[in-house]
């Protein structure tokens, strides 16, 4: 028996995956349960290891069979990479496209985006992925991450795609039982909201501006009864009135808008954190990382509007 991959195997083997069932397959693929079943026991007789575990009603991969599933897709994934540079611009994004975004952004703002890019490019298959730190990019386990920030590594390409600034706030309730913070050396008084993300000093906060405008930033130090590495669970607790918060303006700004929670210290700035799109440059000529960057710009472009 022949030991080469041919891809109509890692096309076969993609789909199974999906339907997540060898007679879910048989019906997308339009055969017999009996054939989907023939043709995995050969792929798994030829490689010697097995690549799914059967039950009666679901099927589940071994860790063999999760690496050849990551890998098919995305030797796929090239392969309809090749035919698109070669059709040219007439030709739309097709095949898997893999995102990774922070938790709170990535279901606020990216999912619904993925919703409608979707809709557009329907030939193109999106795995979202949410988790408070990105997978190294040496892992290739994603095409396009979406993050707060510019990335150190020059060899990745970023996008910007919004401007995103840090604001201070805090509801009502709790400025009415302790007052607002005229200074930030005043913070160090005040109850805050601690959040543990990312790389950032915790309990450390740096504004700018003020009367020092153009000056070295101020380095406050604060604490607080409650900290979390949430950002979600951070605004809530704010609008429960537990204390100041320092959150992005894209998190905060329907809240500010509606009068539940009140900017404090305004004529301060703390770091940006502008939203980018990063992927390593062999990416740049994908027509779905390249069209899915242009949506999320577009779709960015003005500032986060009230609820």
Known sequence: MSSTIHPSELAFFSTLAACGGLSAAARTLGVTTPAVSKRLSQMEARLGVPLVIRTTRRMHLTP???????????????????????????????????????????????????????????????????SVYPPPYSEDVFDICIRFGEPPDGRIIARRLAANRRLLCASPAYLARHGAPASPAELSRHQCIGIQQGDEAYGVWRLSGGADRGKTPQIV???????????????????????????????????????????????????????????????????????????????????????
Do not use: C
């Not at 557009?120 to 949410?130: C, D, K, S």
């Open 64 to 130: 063999e069979g999760q690496t050849y599933l990551d890998r098919a897709r995305r030797i796929l994934a090239e392969i309809d990479d090749m035919e698109q540079q070669i059709a040219g611009s007439k030709a739309g994004p097709k095949g898997l496209l893999r995102v990774n975004a922070s938790p709170g952004f990535g279901r606020g703002y990216i999912a619904p985006l993925v919703s409608r890019y979707v809709q557009t490019y329907p030939e193109v298959e999106v795995q979202l992925q949410l």
């Open 221 to 307: 130090r604060v604490h607080g009864m409650l900290s979390t590495n949430d950002g979600e669970v951070a605004v809530n607790w704010a609008l429960d009135g537990h204390g100041i918060l320092m959150r992005a303006e894209w998190d905060v700004a329907r809240y500010i808008a509606s009068g539940r929670l009140v900017q404090v210290l305004k004529d301060y700035q703390t770091p940006d954190a502008d939203i980018y799109a990063t992927y390593m440059q062999r990416h740049q000529s994908s027509t779905r990382v390249r069209t899915f960057t242009e949506f999320l710009a577009q779709s960015l472009a003005s500032p986060p509007q009230p609820a």
